[in-house]
């Protein structure tokens, strides 16, 4: 099983920047996608971006060329960049990892880490 550790998550201001990252251990074989989710109070888990073994990207429409999903292999750990954060991105942020044959790991989530956008 995959153990999937969340840090960086604390209070920005509308407009600065965070840095998240996850590191995953354990079980990673066969991985060919890692990426960000987050939960509002209230609502639903959304996936926030994505990135694929080869580089493929993908993010949520509304943080598209505000967030930057990057990934370490050599360390097995993904980064969300997070410029100029709005209110609307105050969530807990989980990431997880997908393989081919399975899809995202939902059944085993992290414990997220908080990220609050306020002035």
């Known amino acids: 099983q995959v153990q999937l550790v969340e840090s960086g998550g604390g209070l920005v201001q509308p407009g600065g920047s965070l840095r998240l990252s996850c590191i995953a251990s354990?079980?990673?074989?066969?991985?060919?996608?890692m990426g960000w989710f987050r939960q509002a109070p209230g609502k639903e888990r959304e996936l926030v971006a994505a990135?694929?073994?080869?580089?493929?990207?993908n993010y949520l429409n509304s943080v598209n060329g505000r967030f930057t999903i990057s990934r370490d292999n050599a360390k097995n750990t993904v980064y969300l960049q997070m410029n100029s954060p709005q209110p609307e991105d105050t969530a807990v942020y989980y990431c997880n990892v997908a393989r081919s044959s399975t899809g995202w790991s939902t059944l085993r989530w992290g414990q997220g880490t908080q990220v609050t956008v306020s002035s």
């Open positions: 354990g079980s990673i074989f066969s991985i060919n996608a």
């Open positions: 990135i694929t073994n080869g580089g493929t990207t």
